[in-house]
Nanobody, 117 residues
Framework: QVQLVESGGGLVQAGGSLRLSCAVSGSTFSINYMGWYRQAPGKQRELVALIYNSGATNYADSVKGRFTISRDNAKNTLFLQMSSLKPEDTAVYHC???????????WGQGTQVTVSS
């Protein structure tokens, strides 16, 4: 079992920055990769960024150059640094973990990010 708790969301003006955090607990040794997803009202959940145990990362085209995913393994925390925010980035952002031995998806409860124009 893996538990994920997000924090750091809020209201920001367009062009501003926010940093999301995801505290990870439980069977952290079993995690294969982690990521951030977001879901805007009336839309499907979409991938924002992934980070693998190797450190390799992958980003949605819409956030490349503006968002950075990282993890602090010593503190069991996943981050998403968001810059140059746009109104279309408004969504609930969810932390995600995928385990390797018995492949399972885990999700946090989400944190709201609202970007005003």
């Amino acid at each position: 079992q893996v538990q994920l708790v997000e924090s750091g969301g809020g209201l920001v003006q367009a062009g501003g920055s926010l940093r999301l955090s995801c505290a990870v607990s439980g069977s952290t040794f079993s995690i294969n990769y982690m990521g951030w997803y977001r879901q805007a009202p009336g839309k499907q959940r979409e991938l924002v960024a992934l980070i693998y145990n190797s450190g390799a990362t992958n980003y949605a085209d819409s956030v490349k150059g503006r968002f950075t995913i990282s993890r602090d393994n010593a503190k069991n925390t996943l981050f998403l640094q968001m810059s140059s925010l746009k109104p279309e980035d408004t969504a609930v952002y969810h932390c995600h973990a995928r385990t390797m031995y018995t492949p399972t998806n885990y999700w946090g409860q989400g944190t709201q990010v609202t970007v005003s124009s």
